[in-house]
């Protein structure tokens, strides 16, 4: 830990340089995960032509390097450097409502870079944020992400110990991040709908909390105007009182993250094996 800490006190623009150096490794040398990314930008964009999807493939191998040197710079950096890189837009729609003691749900997607995201929205809110995430089996990685995530004061809750923790606090005004593109356990219950082309299973776990609760959903749109610079744009998702049809959030969700990543393709994830199982298994 100490030598991350240590690294993450250099300058971003050299750690930009570790990061081209990476960016060749992975993307000409090892080339980090191509079949992945190739079958999932084949199925997402087949109206695009194969040096559209080349193209597309290495500005998201640029985007995830720079994804890793900005995370460790997140270690360290200060909220006012911060503040200038990761613009929120529409903050209020969060703030106001904890303040008139609502409980908000905030759903997000895997674009980069989620933690300055994560980092940025935990500096305006404070312990008023909750983070749901998938714990790390790596006890290094975990502690770092521990760390890194709660130094704003958010707080972390292991996804399986998420409802029994929403229970027990449904009371407590406060934003609760949940990144809802995650791919469910097969032992889970999922929803499945068409996603880039492909039926996809999704959690529906937000939906149901927020028609129960009465709780205000919100989404966040994200671009990256430079490099090292984000906006991230919040908009309500969903409020009460909500539509009687069944999965309409989850829907508006799949909806809004299409859209994103039609706009941003380079910007998500397109390296996690979303689609590794088929519908249905």
């Not at 993450?8 to 040398?29: A, E, K, Q, T």
């Not at 760390?147 to 229970?167: T, Y």
């Not at 889970?188 to 205000?216: D, P, Q, S, V």
């Not at 390296?271 to 298994?281: E, L, T, Y």
């Amino acid at each position: 830990m100490f030598v991350f800490r240590l690294i993450s006190r250099l300058p971003l623009s050299l750690l930009y340089v570790f990061s081209d150096f990476l960016y060749l490794i992975m993307c000409y040398v090892i080339q980090y995960r191509k079949k992945v990314i190739e079958s999932n930008l084949f199925y997402a964009f087949p109206e695009k032509s194969s040096s559209e999807r080349r193209k597309i493939k290495r500005q998201f191998y640029r985007n995830f390097t720079d994804s890793l040197a900005e995370t460790v710079k997140l270690l360290t950096i200060s909220e006012e450097d911060l503040a200038k890189r990761v613009k929120i837009v529409n903050v209020q729609l969060v703030l106001d409502k904890i303040d008139h003691g609502e409980l908000i749900i905030g759903l997000t997607s895997h674009f980069f870079n989620w933690e300055a995201h994560l980092l940025a929205i935990q500096a305006l809110v404070r312990q008023r944020c909750e983070v749901v995430y998938q714990k790390v089996n790596n006890p290094f990685f975990e502690n770092l992400m521990q760390e890194l995530r709660g130094r704003f004061g958010g707080k972390l809750i292991e996804r399986k110990k998420f409802q029994r923790n929403f229970l027990r606090e449904r009371n407590n005004p406060r934003l609760i991040v949940l990144a809802a593109d995650q791919r469910p356990e097969k032992t889970e219950i999922r929803y499945w709908k068409e996603f880039m082309n492909r039926e996809t299973a999704f959690y529906e776990g937000a939906e149901k909390l927020a028609k129960k609760f009465n709780h205000t959903v919100v989404f966040s749109h994200v671009s990256k105007p430079k490099r090292g610079h984000y906006t991230f744009t919040y908009e309500k998702l969903a409020a009460p009182p909500f539509e009687d049809s069944e999965h309409s959030i989850t829907n508006s969700f799949i909806q809004q993250t299409e859209k994103n990543i039609r706009m941003e393709p380079a910007l998500y994830l397109w390296s996690h094996d979303r689609w590794k199982k088929s519908a249905r298994q």
